[in-house]
């Protein structure tokens, strides 16, 4: 699993609460991605971080925001849940500057109601 | 155009079969190829990559990367009712900090 932790790895939350994913790894990594898995949709980036307080947005951006106070955690905030954002997420690191060879966490389930 | 083309499938062979499966692209930059496995309910796991074109071989896994043709494959030889799980192609390149998915290809080996 590459070091990575995600936490929780499920989730049920109600529609207008906020909820903060956590992704933690062990290995020093500069660069941490989150992605949301959707069927039909496959694996979009929703943020990633080349740094400590360094992040950029990816295709799917709207409706979150992330944080990176730490090099080993990257946290992932949904402001106000809504159901379209009912889906699993991953974190994930890069491994090499050049080959952006990128290592998976577990995921965590997201349930919006 | 899509990056990136995955025929999702979902595609079902007998085992000991080969699967075979492939990923288009449009984007000349990319030059480095990935190619995942996810089993149902778990992250997706890094399987192969390779450097630009050509051929690397793992096993029972073939993969093979055609930049002349913007096309990219896998082959699983004697499947086993293991490898079912769906195989996502991914690649980079072009000093860009993202990778390029395909959408995923479900393989179902039946016994």
């Known amino acids: 699993d590459a070091g990575i932790t995600q936490s929780p790895r499920h989730k049920v939350t109600e529609t207008g609460t906020p909820v903060t994913l956590r992704c933690h790894q062990t290995?020093?990594?500069?660069?941490m991605y989150w992605y949301r898995q959707d069927p039909g949709h496959g694996l979009r980036l929703i943020h990633y971080?080349?740094?400590?307080?360094?992040?950029d947005k990816g295709e799917v951006s709207d409706g979150y925001s992330v944080s990176r106070s730490k090099t080993e955690d990257f946290l992932l905030t949904l402001e106000s849940a809504t159901s379209s954002q009912t889906s699993v997420y991953f974190c994930?690191?890069?491994?090499?500057?050049?080959?952006?060879?990128?290592?998976f966490g577990a995921g965590t389930r997201l349930s919006v109601l | 155009q899509k990056e990136v083309e995955q025929d999702p499938g979902p595609l079902s062979v007998p085992e000991g079969a080969i699967v075979s499966l492939n990923c288009t692209y449009s984007?000349?930059?990319?030059?480095?190829f990935m190619w995942y496995r996810q089993y149902s309910r778990k992250g997706p796991e890094l399987l192969m990559y390779?450097?630009?074109?050509g051929n690397k071989e793992d096993g029972r896994f073939t993969a093979q990367v055609d930049k002349s043709s913007k096309y990219i494959s896998l082959f699983i030889r004697d499947s086993q009712p293991s490898d079912s799980a769906t195989y996502l192609c991914?690649?980079?390149?072009?000093?860009?900090?993202?990778?390029?998915f395909g959408k995923g290809n479900q393989v179902v080996v039946i016994p």
């Open positions: 994930a690191i890069r491994s090499g500057q050049e080959k952006n060879i990128q290592y």
């Open positions: 984007n000349s930059a990319f030059q480095y």
């Open positions: 991914a690649m980079s390149g072009g000093g860009n900090n993202r990778l390029a």
């Open positions: 971080s080349y740094g400590v307080k360094d992040t």
């Open positions: 390779t450097y630009s074109s």
């Open positions: 290995e020093n990594h500069r660069y």
